[in-house]
């Protein structure tokens, strides 16, 4: 359906998920080039993604509850006005699939998802267990897209001008779900890299919000050299550093899907709290290390996986 006029793309998702939906957007795009395509995501990433190109509209679902029939009629008004030939619902959630019940009184579009009833199912019963990346290209293959491309995230990289002072560094990204501490590597392990990272010429870049804060104080306490990005970093900026970074170590996270993604050698580290096999960052040199608590995981095995200078 290379020429269909209206396309509607759905993704919300964590920072994680956006990212991995990088090369399907790409995909998407390359096989309607001529349509006017919408994105339909949540409001964190609408100026970040409007940066791509690869959308025409990009408009903000607000999530609305169920129950909130004002909010809930205003969005079913938005998406039949809309007048889509075909939707692809990358999100895949019981939310986004009921979004097709939402076009029942007007012109139904083609489906690409899991919705009941949709034109173009993914049909693999196994599909949970699949990576997102393969998932979705699955999903995608079931709806006539053979290719996705290499991802391409060099629309939002700028130079390091910000970052004054930066030759030699690397990331560390010590946080991830604020709800979910089992996902994250001891604050103290960190700071015991950093100080090493220091030790060898290699500035240690610490980025986070205010969930690390605590963190990332532990670190600074242990070695005052590190550099302090955290609550100061667009995501533009994440590409920026991790284009230029030696190497990045942190938790399942956000931000280590956008590093990874633009090339940067990653370690990641993995606990029994989330499967690696369907969710791990992607990229050119991406390794896991994976331990049931990773309060047990050690500053030598970490180190073990990195470019340091000894072992260029």
Not at 32 to 48: D, E, M, W, Y
Request: a neutral charge; hydrophobic letters at 45%; one cysteine or more.
């Amino acid at each position: 359906m290379g020429d269909a006029q209206n396309i509607l793309i759905i993704k919300h998702g964590a920072l994680g998920d956006v990212v991995l939906a990088q090369g399907p957007f790409q995909a998407i795009r390359a096989h309607h080039p001529n349509a006017h395509i919408t994105l339909l995501t949540t409001r964190l990433f609408k100026p970040f993604l409007e940066k791509s190109g690869l959308f025409d509209d990009i408009w903000v679902d607000e999530r609305a509850k169920i129950w909130n029939i004002v909010k809930i009629a205003a969005l079913r008004k938005r998406l039949r006005e809309g007048a889509f030939d075909r939707v692809y619902d990358l999100q895949t959630s019981s939310r986004s699939s009921s979004y097709l019940k939402l076009f029942t009184a007007g012109k139904v579009p083609e489906w690409s998802g899991i919705a009941r009833g949709c034109s173009h199912p993914h049909t693999n019963k196994d599909r949970g267990v699949l990576h997102t990346i393969e998932r979705q290209a699955e999903q995608l293959h079931q709806a006539g897209i053979d290719s996705i491309p290499d991802v391409d995230f060099s629309w939002a990289a700028a130079d390091l001008i910000k970052f004054p002072n930066l030759s030699q560094f690397a990331i560390l990204v010590p946080g991830g779900s604020a709800h979910r501490p089992e996902k994250r590597w001891p604050a103290v392990r960190y700071a015991e890299l950093a100080v090493m990272l220091n030790a060898a010429k290699i500035s240690p870049v610490l980025i986070g919000g205010a969930a690390e804060a605590e963190a990332i104080e532990i670190i600074l306490k242990a070695c005052p050299e590190a550099i302090d990005f955290s609550g100061k970093t667009s995501l533009e900026d994440l590409v920026t550093l991790g284009m230029a970074a030696q190497f990045s170590v942190g938790n399942d996270t956000g931000p280590l899907h956008l590093v990874a993604a633009v090339g940067c050698p990653v370690t990641v580290l993995f606990s029994k709290a989330s499967d690696p096999a369907r969710a791990r960052p992607r990229g050119q040199d991406v390794t896991v290390l994976r331990s049931e608590n990773l309060a047990e995981l050690s500053l030598d095995a970490v180190v073990e996986t990195l470019k340091m200078p000894d072992k260029c």
